[in-house]
């Protein structure tokens, strides 16, 4: 037989082992897909990255992984993990690590089920996909903990100020009583008490709500009667207050009495030295919020602070102070939907409350 003979042979069976190879490739494409769609169902919203590896281990398998194996640490605990089971060759293995500082070290091990050709490309290409998942899904957990971290570093905060501010009402208590000398002036004393219990006793279930983790009613925005609330925040603070005006704002009742209690706090010292001064409040509802004016005395000329340095956290005028309620308040409110702005002027500093208007305003 001659080559030209042969040729067309030739050339039939290469056509047909192409076409075979062909299927073979089109065929492995498909399994692949439908493989690649299973792992890709895999990643469920709450899903633990732990429980992941499991998760994902029937697509793996499915798709050409022999052995997994996962060691490490998960937050100070060892992690050992293995599924499925060594192949009897020499098997063809992909790694990768995922670390975060100190917490977390997780060292992935795939072996593949095939060494060469196409069902190893395949095969890595599974094991990319799910090392995408895993990074995914470590780092939704640990901006989740930052996040919980963030949020329990601000209640700790205010929580810290709330219980400095209950203090203060015990250390004006100790301090008024004693100083009285006369029947008429502890009954005067008493009276003072008996308006400002109430409000520290409020004062001292939210702390306590706080420290057991209970979310009470007024940690959602409420009708708020402006002028009334001022008078009881006043009265903790063992101070008193001229309101003009009046308004109903809508926010939480805890963040407007939190920044009260701040705003207050820093004057208490002087108004308290003095039974008849009072503070001037000015309350003005305007089209879509209220504005609140309080002109507020420095104590001294040694605690006057730059108007810059005002909110700014840990720079306190005031012997003593943390330097924190200011900023405080202002987060407050601003977290309530408001905000609180400061200004210099003659008789010391002018603070202004924006609070967001009830749409029932009326008197």
């Known amino acids: 037989m001659t080559l030209y003979e042969v040729l067309p042979l030739f050339f039939l069976a290469a056509g047909i082992s192409l076409m075979g190879a062909a299927w ?19 990643i469920k919203p709450q899903l633990d990255p732990l429980l992941l590896p499991a998760a994902a281990w029937p697509a793996l398998s499915l798709g050409g992984i022999a052995l997994l194996t996962c060691s490490g640490k998960w937050f100070g605990q060892k992690v050992n993990l293995v599924l499925g089971s060594p192949p009897a060759n020499i098997p063809h293995t992909l790694n990768f690590l995922i670390e975060v500082e100190d917490d977390i070290r997780l060292e992935f091990h795939l072996y593949t089920k095939s060494a060469k050709g196409e069902a190893r490309l395949f095969a890595e290409h599974l094991c990319q996909v799910f090392q995408l998942q895993m990074e995914a ?18 209640l700790t905060l205010y929580l810290q100020h709330d219980l400095r501010n209950l203090a203060q009402w015990v250390t004006w208590l100790a301090d008024d009583f004693p100083s009285e000398q006369s029947d008429a002036s502890l009954l005067g004393a008493a009276k003072r008490v008996a308006k400002s219990v109430p ?12 420290t057991r983790r209970i979310q009470p009613d007024e940690l959602h925005a409420q009708i708020v009667e402006l002028a009334h609330t001022m008078h009881q925040a006043a009265e903790l603070a063992g ?3 001229e309101v003009t005006g009046d308004a109903r704002v809508y926010l939480r009742l805890d963040l407007l009495e939190r ?16 039974p008849d001064a009072s503070l001037p409040v000015t309350i003005a509802p305007q089209q879509h919020s209220a504005s609140v004016l309080i002109v507020m005395p420095q104590l001294s000329s040694a605690t006057l602070t730059h108007p810059e340095k005002l909110f700014e956290p840990f720079s306190s005028g005031r012997v003593g102070g943390l330097g924190l309620g200011l900023y405080q308040a202002r987060k407050s409110l601003r977290e309530a939907g408001g905000d609180l702005s400061a200004e210099p002027c ?5 603070y202004t409350l924006t609070l967001p208007l009830s749409a029932d305003n009326a008197p």
């Open 24 to 42: 073979h490739l089109a065929r492995l494409a498909k399994q692949h897909r439908r493989t690649l769609a299973a792992l890709l169902r895999t």
């Open 137 to 154: 899904a470590v780092q939704v957990k640990v901006s989740a903990l930052a996040a919980a971290m963030a949020e329990q570093a601000r």
């Open 199 to 210: 409000h520290a006793a409020a004062r001292a279930q939210r702390i306590l709500a706080a």
């Open 239 to 241: 101070i008193a207050i």
């Open 259 to 274: 920044a009260l209690d701040n705003l207050f706090t820093n004057v208490a010292p002087l108004l308290r030295a003095r």
């Open 346 to 350: 003659a008789q010391g500093i002018r």
